[in-house]
């Protein structure tokens, strides 16, 4: 059934109402597509909810941007027609 919420879940106080209607907002921006709105909501509601957090003596939460490591692999090389029969007239 249902998990017990964590002693760390239990110390953040419950969203405000202002963050009920920017989630709202969010919500039926997305819907109609107003993907510049959407950006700029989600922003303000996840300051919000930050703010919250630190309040409350929560640990931070950990942005994914931040804490990923960048891995790209190597881009592959160009293929020098001079050096290769890929490129000449079959016989």
């Not at 059934?1 to 009920?20: F, I, K, R, T, Y």
């Not at 919500?27 to 993907?35: F, L, M």
């Not at 922003?43 to 630190?54: D, M, V």
Request: include cysteine; charged fraction near 25%; hydrophobic fraction near 45%.
């Amino acid at each position: 059934m249902g998990q017990a919420p964590s002693a760390e879940c239990a110390q953040v106080p419950p969203a405000d109402p202002v963050e009920l209607a920017l989630a709202d907002a969010l919500q039926r921006a997305s819907v109609a597509g107003a993907w510049t709105v959407v950006e700029r909501l989600a922003a303000e509601l996840e300051a919000r909810r930050r703010e919250r957090l630190n309040a409350a003596g929560v640990a931070p939460v950990v942005m994914l941007n931040s804490a990923r490591t960048v891995k790209r692999k190597p881009e592959p090389q160009a293929i020098d027609p001079q050096q290769t029969d890929l490129f000449k007239p079959h016989k």
